[in-house]
């Protein structure tokens, strides 16, 4: 089991992905059952692709603030 500290906490609950990028939703893209939501963070956008359902769920619109809780096996690096 995790320690206490190694928890972060969102609204009072306890989630143990630590990268939370707080952003505005600039872009979604409906589809039928899938919808790609782009979130720009300062001057990066990170795209997610999450259900039609949740979007329609969490009433995501343009302009809305959202933390993008980034949880991954694999990060991949590239430079120039």
Avoid: C, P, W, Y
């Avoid at 995790?2 to 972060?8: E, M």
């Avoid at 872009?27 to 939501?37: D, E, Q, R, S």
């Avoid at 692709?49 to 993008?68: F, N, P």
């Amino acid at each position: 089991m995790l320690a206490a500290s190694a928890f972060h906490t969102i609204l009072g609950m306890k989630i143990s992905a630590r990268n939370q990028l707080r952003g505005h939703v600039e872009t979604i893209v409906l589809g039928v059952v899938t919808a790609k939501v782009g979130v720009r963070v300062g001057d990066n956008l990170i795209e997610s692709v999450i259900t039609r359902q949740s979007v329609e769920d969490l009433g995501l619109k343009l302009g809305d603030e959202v933390t993008a809780v980034i949880k991954s096996t694999e990060i991949m690096l590239m430079v120039d």
